[in-house]
């Protein structure tokens, strides 16, 4: 199809409040001027982040008829990103929709916790399940919590040094994904930020960010979705994940100013024309 713009298929939970999953990923991707197609994994009222018991509908059986439809229309997807999973059996649907668009770039951020705990519901039959499909993807983004479990090591939350870095980042890329994020490092020489590997090239790089004190929920899914845009704009991986810190660091200094309750996430509202802007970001070093 001439002249097509960049499609992607988001495969994530809808919360409805608390700025997190496919709120914040849908205004992210379509302001950067890529098409995106959600694909609900579930409905949940709110995040499960501290807003006591959620009305959840889980949509496991959703999965495969939407496929299919898409099979029938011949759709092409240009990327399949996945995100947040509610049920184990979600891990072959995702697969499925690999397989039917082997084109596609493959990325997978594996959303199971944060801060050194699995969010609630995650089984280990379900970390299982999420690194078997990190295995099979191009991209991987794991917060520092998600990288160790998908070593199957402790999650640790201490500094780290840069050999330990380059370690952890090679190791993940053994797994199966050429290109690997990692994201909320710091490191032994004091600097805070996201971290990436890029196995064709055998390249580490560093992108670094203010530290403020206080944690909002949906930013890993804002950093994914804005590497992801990035990487289909044509943005190196270094590019994609600079450009990722960038609009992170700016959106969460921006909701601290306002001293908003954290569990409402970040005031994305605010923030969301910088990503028209398309600066060339330039942030990153190598690691
Ligand atoms: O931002 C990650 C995320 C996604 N989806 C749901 C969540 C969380 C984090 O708490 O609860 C439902």
């Known amino acids: 199809m001439a002249n097509r713009h960049p499609r992607v298929a988001a495969i994530h939970d809808l919360s409805g409040f608390g700025r997190c999953s496919l709120s914040v990923i849908l205004p992210v991707i379509s302001v950067m001027g890529i098409q995106v197609c959600p694909i609900p994994t579930a409905v949940l009222s709110t995040h499960t982040g501290g807003f006591g018991e959620v009305a959840l509908r889980d949509l496991t059986g959703y999965m495969e008829p939407c496929l299919e439809h898409y099979r029938r229309l011949g759709l092409e997807m240009d990327c399949?990103?996945?995100?947040?999973?509610?049920?184990?059996e979600q891990v072959d649907h995702c697969l499925a929709f690999f397989d039917a668009f082997p084109q596609a770039l493959k990325v997978v951020d594996p959303v199971m916790g944060d801060h050194g705990k699995l969010y609630r519901s995650f089984t280990p039959r379900m970390t299982q399940g999420i690194a078997s499909l990190a295995a099979r993807a191009d991209v991987i983004t794991p917060n520092l919590t998600e990288a160790m479990i998908l070593l199957g090591e402790e999650p640790a939350l201490g500094e780290i040094t840069t050999a330990q870095a380059r370690s952890l980042l090679a190791r993940l890329s053994k797994l199966g994904p050429a290109r690997v994020v990692i994201t909320g490092v710091?490191?032994?020489?004091?600097e805070y930020g996201n971290l990436c590997y890029d196995r064709e090239h055998s390249s580490y790089w560093k992108s670094s960010?203010?530290?403020l004190p206080v944690r909002y929920p949906g930013t890993g899914d804002i950093f994914a979705a804005v590497l992801t845009a990035g990487l289909l704009q044509g943005?190196?991986?270094?590019m994609a994940m600079d450009r990722a810190t960038r609009y992170v660091e700016l959106t969460i200094k921006t909701?601290?100013?306002y001293s908003t309750?954290?569990?409402?996430?970040?005031?994305?509202?605010?923030?969301l024309p910088w990503l028209t802007r398309r600066e060339v970001p330039k942030g990153y070093l190598s690691l």
Do not use: F, K
């Open 209 to 211: 960010t203010e530290y």
């Open 186 to 190: 710091t490191l032994a020489t004091g």
């Open 80 to 88: 399949i990103y996945t995100g947040y999973l509610s049920s184990v």
């Open 235 to 238: 943005d190196s991986l270094p």
């Open 255 to 257: 909701t601290y100013g």
């Open 261 to 271: 309750d954290p569990r409402e996430g970040v005031l994305l509202e605010q923030t």
